[in-house]
């Protein structure tokens, strides 16, 4: 039974020292490898690696797409009270995985990242009034997400998109808000209603011009036959005796009577 243990040490160190002498690092992170505590300048891509054991240490850091959203309070231009929530999608490049780790740690979102997101989030805020922030809010995500880059590229970091969440104001503003769509709100029927009046009250002139052409031609009518009416009443049943064409005299009784007699006299 002795002379069995010798071996069995012999294989459960070499076992052991083999399980400390592998690494694998998983897909889509980088190996970052320390000796003694320092820092190689080069990084491990994903897949198997043979290190020293007790002597190298590998840390792998994630370069997928991270998410850290972050809820600040800040003023806004009017000194209105903003409660902001704004998720930023990150990165730590591949290449810059060993100096991000050296310089700033693991813990990098809460070193770098948050405070980052705080600062740009009052930096601009404070540019815009509370209304401006709702009116223009695309545009105060790109300003945001502008700050925030420029800050943390400054440590290898890289800045996929901005997103903001949400933004909370006080209930007096949110009142306030209300107070003012209503009285848009107003003033826009109120226009409406105007125009509208407008146009009926034009609509009624032309149609009283109508039916004062109509009136006044039915009147014009009318006093022609009446005229018509008045001289038939006036006249006695006679007709003329004597009719001129302009040149020549007509003696009507002669011409009713058939008389021979001369019928024409001519005019001088």
Same mark, same amino acid.
Request: net charge negative.
């Given at each position: ?5 010798? $071996? ?89 995985? $060993? ?15 948050? $405070? ?41 970091? @890289?800045?996929? @998109?901005?997103?903001?969440v949400d933004f909370q104001f006080s209930e007096e ?66 007709? $003329?005796?004597?009719? @001129? ?24």
């Open positions: 039974m002795g002379k069995w243990i010798i $071996p069995l040490v012999i294989v459960v160190c070499a076992a052991v020292l083999v399980g400390f002498s592998v690494h694998s690092v998983p897909a889509g992170h980088t190996g970052v490898v320390t000796r003694f505590g320092a820092v190689d300048e080069n990084g491990l891509d994903e897949g198997l690696h043979f290190v020293v054991p007790f002597v190298t240490k590998v840390i792998d850091i994630n370069n997928q797409v991270l998410k850290a959203e972050v809820a600040s309070s800040s003023a806004s231009k009017d000194l209105q009270t903003v409660d902001s929530t704004v998720a930023l999608n990150y990165r730590v490049p591949n290449k810059n995985a $060993p100096s991000i780790y050296k310089n700033i740690g693991y813990d990098f979102e809460n070193v770098v990242i948050v $405070p980052a997101i705080q600062e740009a989030v009052k930096s601009v805020t404070a540019q815009y009034t509370a209304e401006e922030l709702i009116t223009s809010r695309q545009t105060v995500g790109e300003e945001m997400k502008q700050a925030i880059t420029e800050k943390i590229a400054a440590y290898g970091f @890289s800045t996929e @998109s901005l997103n903001i503003f949110n009142a306030a808000i209300e107070a003012k769509q209503t009285a848009q709100q107003n003033a826009l029927k109120a226009e409406q209603d105007l125009a509208r009046i407008k146009i009926e009250a034009e609509q009624k002139v032309a149609q009283a011009e109508a039916e004062a052409e109509s009136y006044r031609l039915k009147s014009q009518e009318l006093t022609e036959e009446l005229i018509k009416m008045a001289m038939i009443d006036k006249w006695d049943g006679q007709l $003329p005796k004597v009719v @001129s064409d302009g040149g020549n005299l007509f003696d009507l009784d002669s011409i009713l009577t058939g008389s021979n007699s001369s019928s024409a006299v001519q005019g001088e």
